[in-house]
Nanobody
Framework: QVQLVESGGGLVQAGGSLRLSCEISGRTMSSFAMGWFRQAPGKELEVVAGIDWIGSKTAYADSVKGRFTISRDNAKNTLYLRMNSLKPEDTAVYYC?????????????????WGQGTQVTVSS
């Protein structure tokens, strides 16, 4: 059974940095494309970043490009999202998602597995 667990969220001041982690259990991470999504209060789920199963391609939402970096450590079965220059509008619950042998995707229903989310709050 595949399980994803996010961690690393918290409260940070604008301009600060956080690194989110997503640990995968039940199957080796090397078979999965991975993605990060977020949902802000009163807003719908939006894609943040994705990385294909090979790890050769990444994609980012325009709102985070140049500030966020998605990466993976297959040996540790862990996905990361490094967030720099954080803004109050980055405040949201962040979710990781996985799809076997996938690419980078922008829609929730394109992924097979989801974590429970971790809260990121950026103060002004």
């Amino acid at each position: 059974q595949v399980q994803l667990v996010e961690s690393g969220g918290g409260l940070v001041q604008a301009g600060g940095s956080l690194r989110l982690s997503c640990e995968i259990s039940g199957r080796t991470m090397s078979s999965f494309a991975m993605g990060w999504f977020r949902q802000a209060p009163g807003k719908e789920l939006e894609v943040v970043a994705g990385i294909d199963w090979i790890g050769s391609k990444t994609a980012y939402a325009d709102s985070v490009k140049g500030r966020f970096t998605i990466s993976r450590d297959n040996a540790k079965n862990t996905l990361y999202l490094r967030m720099n220059s954080l803004k109050p509008e980055d405040t949201a619950v962040y979710y990781c998602a996985a799809k076997l042998y996938g690419d980078t995707y922008s829609q929730r229903d394109q992924y097979d597995y989801w974590g429970q989310g971790t809260q990121v709050t950026v103060s002004s």
